[in-house]
């Protein structure tokens, strides 16, 4: 069965209770296989069978359960939000000022009387409430109407609830004025009014937070030249496909993932690699769309367009990292899930209550406190708690070189007390070096290397790389190999005109020298069951490494080196290094075992590693972190990639989830505070000691407030910086386009 993953804008999601019914509606649909909505990003990300009919079957569902599906660009914050701000204010104003003008100014309110009748006035506010609730507030009461008539109230429900109730006092007070009721009509007004604010600020503010992701998708020209019979044609980056011969003129960003074919410049890949200095490019050479080409003209060949770029594919993943529900955020949906109907209780208590013990004024007041408990207690900041925060702390991550490819995993990662890392190509360079060739009697040293060199080719791990270089320095020519298939952890097999070959790890199996206690790693060369050689290779830590790994002691995590080559190489590296525990000859299933025991020992493991053998224990581990150097395998089973493929970089991930988390953590106090202690106070529990009750505007104020704390406070994320910050991370850093 085919599947398909579609993600789509909504509009009207203002709570965690509106989140909570959107993926309800989505999730009733036949052909849906699951259904995250993020309230940071009004986004839905629905996975489903592919079906035409689905998509508009949940397309029809959201638009009943009152989230249909937004176009354009509403949620920025220069839509229509803003619009209706302004004529709520120009409308809810006068309200204002007929109301409460007389009671700051007594001679004012004579003046109004005395003018215009005791009459006029109140119809007059009436019309322009109204106005108000159904002009800009329409969308709010539409909402509040559907959720309630649906038995699922959520925040546009309360908001109807109090400024309806508002409205319907005050036309019962006009109506029958023996009763001594009071007029609410600008309580009516300014909640809409001000509720209308605070969602227009948190969407400048959740777009404010999103700039790191529209940079990102920015760095790929709209535009592109293209190579044809006729003569050099512009076409849209979007419409080009690869075999397509693109020309890029200097000082252009690159449109394409490729190679190029004609010319010879100098690129800028720091956005990508963290290299502040342009990288030499010539025919053959690899080049990445969205890097800046330097001084001379390029003709490349697309091998990537599109959603099949390098840059897409990092958009990509922040996206879906942005998208995933943290496991903090199931406390908050349990919560938010009896929250509304206990507000609606606690509201119905509050009414109840002042009716049989306030007096004569009991009902009345009554009715104020209840609006004010409904108004007050909307949970908007609980539902935006959580996901602006990964919103803002995975967006930062990616402008400094670290992709969370789930945003769960910033939770994890924070919880981390042990790292593991692989030792070739994560602790060391990856730039292996062959230093010495030991062939069998009646070999020649390029015997060795032509019949491993031909199995290499078909390989991409960095012990390849060094042998086809050392094949190519010394001119020999590689015979062509077949059925070549990597074993994990067992080298490689294949076929050659002279038989079957296997290269695996140096061992005393054809009472071949030792290498155990060496540094180098080695590799057997052996053609139809016979050893015909050794080659042994050395690589080299990488130059952050020892820093990298002096951060994490600081911070009292434990590191390991857990690694399939021999027992020499393992333990030069861990000593130079600072690493105490170490295990060697690891095969796949001996790394997992070992992250395991790491665990046991020490509590949750992030595992950092880059290879095919790699993929098993980047899987196992609590957090798994792949180098963005590595290969696309390791990547998949990664949680996290560190896309510039330094080690620094893992300082800066662990810093951006433990800071993430912490803002978490703020803000669902301070939402979970706010409600607690504002909603008795909105009840009137303060009442027989000050004498004030809390009215139902200023009510809708500090609900307003509230949200935009919250997404302010996110919003501190954006001012991390790398934990060990160097010129090249930081020439990448600014690299992106300023937003």
Known sequence: MSSATTLLRLENLSCASCVRRAETAIAAVPGVADARVNLATSRAVVRHDGHRETLEAVRRALDTAGYPEQHGDAGDDH?????????????????????????????????????????????????????????????????GIKSLSARAPEMNAL??????????????????????????????????TLVLLGRALEARARWQAGAAIRALAGLAPSEAEVLTETGLKPRATAELVPGDHVFVRPGARIPVDGHVTEGMSFVDEAMLTGEPIPAEKRAGDPVTGGSVNGTG????????????TTLAGIVRLVEEAQATRMPIQRLVDRVTGWFVPGVLAIAALTLLGWAVFGGAEGLSMGAVAAISVLVIACPCAMGLAAPVSILVGTGRAAELGVLFARGDALQRLSDARAVAFDKTGTLTKGRPEVREITPAKGRKPDDVIRIAG?????????????????????????????????????????????????LRAASTDFGAPSVASGPDT????????????????????????????AWLRRR?????????????????????LGIARVTSRARPDDKVTAIEDLARDHGPVAFVGDGLNDAPALAAADVGIAMGTGTDVAMGAADVVLARGRLTDLATAIDISGATMRNIRENLVWAFAYNTLLIPVAAGLLYPVTGLLLSPALAAGAMAASSLLVVLNALRLRRTRSALPDAAQEAAAVALPAT
């Open 79 to 143: 839509g229509p939000d803003w619009n209706r701000v302004l004529w709520a204010a120009a409308l809810a104003l006068p309200v204002v000022v007929l109301e409460m003008g007389g009671h700051v100014v007594p001679a004012f309110h004579t003046f109004l009387h005395a003018t215009f009748g005791a009459l006029t006035l109140p119809l007059v506010q009436l019309i322009l409430t109204t106005a108000v609730l159904l002009g800009p507030g329409r969308a709010i009461l539409a909402a």
């Open 159 to 192: 908001v109807t609830l109090g400024a309806g109730s508002a409205w319907a006092l005050s036309v019962w007070a006009m109506l029958w004025p023996a009763g001594g009721g009071h007029i609410y009509f600008e309580s009516a007004a300014v909640i809409i």
């Open 297 to 308: 003209a390029l003709t490349i060949r697309a091998d990537r367009t599109g959603a099949d």
């Open 454 to 502: 031909a199995l290499e080719a078909r390989s991409e791990h960095p012990i390849a790389h060094a042998i086809l270089r050392a094949a190519s320095e010394r001119g020999v020519a590689l015979p062509e190999a077949r059925d070549v298939t990597a074993r994990p952890g067992a080298g490689l097999d294949g076929r050659i005109a002279a038989g079957h070959v296997n």
């Open 522 to 549: 080695s590799v057997d060369v052996v053609l139809d069951g016979a050893w015909i050689g050794r080659i042994a290779l050395r690589d080299t830590p990488r130059g952050e490494a020892p820093e990298a790994m």
């Open 556 to 576: 009292g995590i434990v590191t390991a080196l857990v690694t399939g080559d021999g027992d020499g190489p393992a333990a030069a590296v861990a000593r130079l």
